[in-house]
């Protein structure tokens, strides 16, 4: 590749810049720094290629090396004609540094593998039991009701791979018993118990004041402690095989959303959580990935608001039903269709979950969404003066309006 590069180099870029020094009288062995940059950077791009080549960590296709080549060859003319020509490597080191980034990573085959997958009753969970079903993963689907309709119809859409069942991520006893049962059915058909993707989650609407302190206590059990007693009872099996540990946190864990602080809590406690099990198991050879999704159909929200704002406003003080009023305890959307902003495809989602699962080298943080990368760069790198508009309007989703506010 390094040969390649450097004979494309000579052969279209050197002799043309021969003829030109020529026609001003300098000499043809002077040496241009931009000429010596470009060609330090195409020797050290072709050794990192077949370092990587050798290694077996890039899965190199006929078609990326046309694709390379041809972009360098464009990218060298650019070189050439632009003035400076120091602007011209640059830009050649840029889509260079691009192009490692995006090339086609060596991928594990799913074959014998298994992976343990949370919340699969509706939304990503089922649509990713699914999905690694149709890969060639033997699933293990969790359900809160393994009886339910939404059983049922994945069973009837996927192999005989497919094993669904019982688990409440929040009861220790249910996933212990899980895990034993993962243990017996892995290790009796010469399975890898090879991922844990902790994708169950919970979500209320509404502040410290207001939400019950059960329903906060709910969500941190199901959002957090879930993950962390999954983890408990299947990582000495997953240890076994050096498999892949993925946690699905939100873009509302890396930033404040008003009236989802406790959502956002849980979240930022999964996604810093799974950032230190990803320094802790390394010495086990074990992969960890966040998942960071944003602006999807999960069906998180599809609880019954009516009901829960009539148990919250029963158990809230004279004080905060004087200062609120009952119209703040069943908050509501000040879009018409909510809904209609949301993605139900998942299949960024999927493919980025698969890639960490597969990859040889899978990424420490998978975004998915607009919002999964702008609403955390604007809040963490902006000045708060700068910040502070911009994100009250893009996280600014709520009708509520306090009494006690004028």
């Known amino acids: 590749?390094?040969?390649?590069?450097?004979?494309?180099?000579?052969?279209?870029?050197?002799?043309?810049?021969?003829?030109?020094?020529?026609m001003v009288g300098m000499e043809t062995s002077d040496m241009t720094p931009a000429k010596s940059i470009n060609i330090i950077v195409y020797a050290v791009f072709g050794i990192y290629m077949l370092i990587q080549c050798f290694l077996r960590n890039i899965n190199l296709t006929s078609r990326t090396v046309v694709m390379v080549t041809l972009n360098c060859v464009f990218l060298q003319m650019l070189t050439f004609y632009l003035k400076p020509d120091l602007w011209g490597s640059l830009l050649l080191i840029g889509y260079l540094t691009v192009a490692v980034k995006w090339l086609p990573?060596?991928?594990?085959?799913?074959?014998?593998?298994?992976?343990?997958?949370?919340?699969?009753?509706?939304?990503?969970?089922?649509?990713?039991?699914?999905?690694?079903?149709?890969?060639?993963?033997?699933?293990?689907?969790?359900?809160?009701?393994?009886?339910?309709?939404?059983?049922?119809?994945?069973?009837?859409?996927?192999?005989?791979?497919?094993h669904t069942i019982q688990m409440d991520v929040s009861s220790v006893q249910q996933v212990e018993?899980?895990?034993?049962?993962?243990?017996?059915?892995?290790?009796?058909?010469?399975?890898?118990?090879?991922?844990?993707?902790?994708?169950?989650?919970?979500?209320f609407i509404g502040n410290v004041e207001i939400m019950a302190t059960e329903d906060m206590n709910k969500v941190m059990a199901i959002n957090y402690f879930g993950?962390?007693?999954?983890?408990?009872?299947?990582?000495?099996?997953?240890?076994?095989?050096?498999?892949?540990?993925?946690?699905?946190?939100?873009?509302?864990?890396?930033?404040?959303?008003?009236?989802?602080?406790?959502?956002?809590?849980?979240?930022a406690a999964l996604a810093t959580m799974s950032e230190?099990?990803?320094?802790?198991?390394?010495?086990?050879?074990?992969?960890?990935?966040?998942?960071?999704?944003?602006?999807?159909k999960t069906g998180i929200l599809a609880y019954d608001k009516a009901a829960v704002a009539d148990r919250w406003w029963s158990k809230a003080s004279d004080t905060v039903q004087r200062?609120?009023?009952?119209?703040?305890?069943?908050?509501?959307?000040?879009?018409?269709?909510?809904?209609?902003?949301?993605?139900?495809?998942?299949?960024?989602?999927?493919?980025?979950?698969?890639?960490?699962?597969?990859?040889?080298?899978?990424?420490?943080?998978?975004?998915?969404?607009?919002?999964?990368?702008?609403?955390?760069?604007?809040?963490?790198?902006l000045p708060t003066f700068i910040s502070d508009p911009i994100m009250s309007v893009l996280t600014d989703w709520f009708d509520f309006k306090p009494n006690s506010v004028t």
């Open 276 to 296: 230190v099990w990803r320094y802790e198991l390394q010495r086990w050879g074990i992969k960890v990935a966040t998942v960071i999704p944003s602006g999807y």
């Open 323 to 381: 200062d609120y009023g009952r119209e703040c305890f069943n908050i509501k959307f000040k879009q018409k269709n909510p809904q209609d902003m949301l993605s139900a495809n998942f299949a960024e989602i999927l493919n980025n979950i698969t890639d960490a699962l597969l990859s040889a080298y899978p990424k420490s943080y998978y975004y998915n969404g607009f919002l999964a990368r702008s609403l955390p760069f604007l809040y963490l790198h």
């Open 105 to 162: 990573r060596r991928k594990l085959s799913p074959r014998r593998k298994a992976v343990l997958i949370t919340g699969c009753d509706r939304g990503i969970g089922f649509s990713l039991a699914q999905h690694l079903d149709s890969q060639g993963f033997h699933v293990f689907a969790s359900f809160l009701n393994n009886k339910g309709q939404e059983q049922q119809e994945l069973v009837k859409k996927c192999s005989n791979r497919l």
């Open 1 to 22: 590749m390094c040969g390649l590069f450097t004979m494309l180099y000579t052969v279209l870029f050197v002799n043309r810049e021969t003829e030109r020094t020529k």
């Open 177 to 203: 018993a899980a895990a034993n049962h993962v243990a017996t059915e892995v290790r009796g058909q010469g399975l890898e118990f090879w991922g844990i993707i902790n994708n169950a989650g919970i979500c």
């Open 227 to 267: 993950p962390v007693n999954v983890c408990k009872a299947f990582l000495p099996l997953l240890r076994q095989y050096r498999g892949r540990l993925i946690n699905v946190a939100s873009n509302a864990g890396l930033v404040p959303v008003p009236l989802m602080g406790v959502y956002c809590a849980s979240k």
